[in-house]
């Protein structure tokens, strides 16, 4: 059996970084293993313009600790109003690598999101003629759409459409939940992406809600049930191109995930790359655990992978502080719920 396994450093294709306190709190935890990172815009207020963008670029930088090295990928918010001449120069000048796209309502912090998909032809436009890959939180928000289905209807009734009318333009379905995405992006051109998160191939709807809710299970898209799991697994574990890891590390203080109206997100960023190891080595897949990580979602960004490495190390159970300090209270680390036997080496 493997006892040790080098890989190319790995990237992650979709991270929450939040600001402040938080931002020092989780910054070092994603910047111990991972190189760059896709970041999300949804603060409050959110990364709308280029001015915001690199003001945070500058947050981000300004936080990172003596020592670490890390590249942040910025973002746009898209909203109805954003100027497709702003979104070209911020692109041009290599401040930004995506734009994100959140139907208003859909998740953490989305009131800025899109309702009326007509008013962002102009900008997709734009993005499709200069290679500028959108990023989609795809989940509709009519209310009528159970929440299981969400991200199926959206593939359906928006994602489809949109790929339709704007031709050449690059997608990136974030942070995939059902077999229903996965089939979409196999069956796509190489302009259709998808990141799969650490948790989503860990844990299904049974994980979330038997013997008790379990609140640090709970994001968006929610878990589906175990067959989609299995899917899901499938495709990271697969080596086929077009899947890579974006951990949707999203931190929230315990406070309020523990709540009676508990906020969406799992923080992963701790102990992903242990998590995801066992995962592979479950599906005989460790050796392709590095184009997952590491190979996929650069060649999808026509960005060269790391030079550096990282090293895991299999022995007994790796042992991860349960919590981090977040800041304005403690963050709880995603439990796998089997012990980790992966370590990553200093
Ligand atoms: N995934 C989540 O459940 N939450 C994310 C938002 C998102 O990525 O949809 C967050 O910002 O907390
Ligand atoms: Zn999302
Ligand atoms: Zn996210």
């Known amino acids: 059996m493997t006892q040790s396994l080098t890989l ?14 938080m931002l020092k709190a989780v910054l070092p935890e994603s910047a111990r293993h991972f190189a760059r990172a896709i970041i999300m815009p949804n603060l409050v207020p959110p990364v709308v ?3 915001d963008a690199a003001a945070y670029r500058d947050r981000i930088m300004a936080a990172l600790p003596e020592g670490m090295a890390f590249r942040p990928l910025m973002t746009l918010y898209l909203t109805e109003e954003t100027d497709p001449a702003d979104v070209r120069a911020a692109h041009a000048s290599g401040l930004i690598t995506a734009v994100k796209l959140y139907p208003a309502g859909a998740t953490t912090n989305s009131a800025s999101g899109v309702r009326d998909f007509e008013k962002i032809r102009g900008v997709l436009d734009c993005m499709a003629e200069i290679g500028l890959p959108l990023c989609t939180h795809g989940e509709v928000t009519a209310p ?13 009734k928006v ?17 995939i939940t059902t077999s229903d995405a996965v089939d979409y992006v196999t069956d796509a ?32 898209p929610v878990a589906k049930r175990a067959t989609h799991q299995r899917a899901l697994v499938k495709a990271a574990t697969s080596g086929a191109a077009r899947f890579f890891l974006g951990t949707d590390s999203a931190p929230h203080v315990d406070a309020l995930k523990e709540h009676a109206c508990g906020c969406a ?12 190891a066992e995962v592979f080595e479950r599906e005989n897949a460790l050796d392709r655990l590095e184009a997952f990580t590491s190979l996929n979602g650069p060649a999808y960004y026509f960005l060269a992978p ?13 042992t ?6 977040g800041g304005d209270g403690p963050v709880t680390v995603f439990d796998p719920g089997f012990p980790l036997h992966w370590r990553v080496d200093a």
Not at 8 to 21: C, E, K, S, V
Not at 189 to 210: C, F, K, P, S, Y
Not at 265 to 276: D, I, K, P, R
């Open 189 to 220: 051109d190489e302009n259709l992406g998808a990141t799969i998160t650490t948790h989503h191939l860990v844990i299904n709807r049974n994980h979330l809600l038997v013997g008790g809710i379990r609140p640090h299970y709970y994001c968006l």
């Open 49 to 51: 313009t280029s001015a």
């Open 144 to 156: 009528e759409v159970d929440i299981f289905d969400r991200e199926a209807v959206f593939i359906d």
């Open 306 to 318: 790391n030079e550096e490495t990282i090293t895991l190390t299999r022995g007994d159970p790796v």
């Open 8 to 21: 190319r450093r790995p990237d992650d294709w979709h991270l929450h970084l939040r600001d402040g306190a």
């Open 320 to 325: 991860y502080p349960a919590k981090i300090e």
């Open 265 to 276: 997100g799992c923080f992963t960023a701790t102990n992903t790359m242990s998590v995801l």
């Open 159 to 175: 994602l489809d459409p949109i790929r339709r009318a704007h031709p050449g333009l690059r997608v990136v379905m974030e942070h």
